[in-house]
């Protein structure tokens, strides 16, 4: 492809065929979606299966061969068959009341609410407590549980022998413990 035609954008030929499915879609969509509407339980669930009556259209090659009126026809059986989908589908799907939902939803106890708000509460107290540490006590709790580097890695970083930082940490992490729990 020339630079020239990358500048004059996509061929005639492209630009006629997306013109002619918006023409297709803005004559038939109102109607099939009216229909659609009135034989499933949702607009959403309507407009989900506009969408995939027109893709069907799109991904069929000898679509765009077919006249007006078989077009028509075409779209409108298988806005039928996609209902029917629907509903074949659906009643393959397990009911459950909402009642067993609620029960069930939080069957793993972490992710309840309840533990979700405790947590965020216990992690923002936990970020206060941190705020009391000296700069270089903050630096080797970052590098160690933030970071997940080894000790001797801290102390390349840090300038300290190994043994101090495993000191240092060790001493830093009982301070923490004491702020912790006094607030």
């Known amino acids: 492809m020339s630079l020239d035609n990358q500048i004059q954008g996509p061929p005639k030929q492209e630009m006629n065929d997306a013109q002619a499915d918006a023409e297709l879609y803005q004559s038939h969509a109102p109607s099939i979606l009216a229909y659609l509407r009135t034989h499933t339980p949702s607009w959403e669930v309507a407009e989900d299966l506009l969408v995939e009556v027109f893709l069907a259209a799109l991904e069929k090659e000898h679509f765009k ?4 009126d078989e077009q028509r ?9 996609k209902v029917a989908d629907y509903f074949r589908v ?6 459950s009341s909402l009642d067993d939902v609620a029960d069930s939803m939080y069957y793993d106890e972490e992710f309840a609410p309840e533990q979700v708000t405790l947590r965020s509460e216990e992690y923002a107290q936990l970020r206060r407590s941190i705020q009391h540490l000296s700069p270089l006590q903050q630096r080797v709790l970052h590098l160690r549980f933030v970071n997940e580097l ?3 890695d801290i102390a390349t970083i840090i ?3 190994e043994a101090a930082v495993r000191m240092l940490l060790s001493r830093t992490l009982n301070v923490l413990r004491t702020i912790y729990e006094k607030h």
């Open 90 to 95: 659906a009643q393959r799907r397990q009911v």
């Open 159 to 161: 300038g300290k022998s």
């Open 73 to 81: 026809s075409w779209l409108w059986r298988v806005a039928r068959n």
């Open 150 to 152: 080894r000790c001797a």
């Open 65 to 68: 061969t077919l006249g007006k």
